[in-house]
């Protein structure tokens, strides 16, 4: 994987980050996901589970779709940048969906030449509707 080369002195508030298409879900990502999280809980496996659960069938685990914007964050700014990462789960991502991660420069700061960037990032499904949305700090280098 090649990281973008991105600049404290480069970035302005409301500037955008790349989009970060993910999917569709298909049930072997959220078994991979299973294995590597220790998360077995069956109503990510077993729709019938999931159904008498009330919930309709199947969707993925919340972390995944996180780790989708932790992913998309680091695609864009480099490996070990990413300071913090706050979300909230605002809707279930079901086999299928399609996910979009996003992201929007919401101030910078420099300090001790300590240069971070708080953004506000979420990840939205094919219908537009937010699955996951919250904030980020991100340390960015500087050209000097």
Known sequence: MKYARVYAEDINVGDELPPLVKGPIQQIQLTRYAGASGDFNPIHQDDEFAKAAGMGGVFAHGMLSMGFVAQALTDWAGAGRVKKLGVRFAALVRL?????????????????????????????????????????????????
């Open 96 to 144: 299928k969906d399609v996910v979009t991660c996003r992201g929007r420069v919401v101030s910078r700061s420099s300090k001790d030449d300590v240069h971070l960037v708080e953004l506000e990032v979420w990840a939205e499904n094919q219908r537009g509707e937010k699955v996951v949305s919250g904030r980020a700090t991100i340390e960015l280098p500087s050209r000097a």
